[in-house]
């Protein structure tokens, strides 16, 4: 009766030199949208930080003018 460790060994796929290669770029595509998309965060945080100022500026001057609750 063959062991454990014996049937893990034979199940194990072997990976050719192709798909290795298909692999890394996969991994290198992978890596760049994600940085694409943190950049796009970054971004879009950015936005709605100087949204919010806009915002609080209005609401301050709307404040001061009392029409603002």
Do not use: C, F, H
């Amino acid at each position: 009766m063959p062991s454990q460790l014996e049937d893990t060994n034979t199940n194990q796929k072997q990976w050719n030199e192709t798909e290795i290669k298909e692999l890394i770029l996969y991994a290198k595509d992978l890596q760049q949208e994600n940085e694409d998309l943190r950049a796009k965060m970054i971004m879009m945080n950015t936005k709605l930080e100087i949204e919010e100022k806009k915002v609080t500026r209005l609401t301050n001057i709307l404040k001061a003018l009392n029409l603002w609750q």
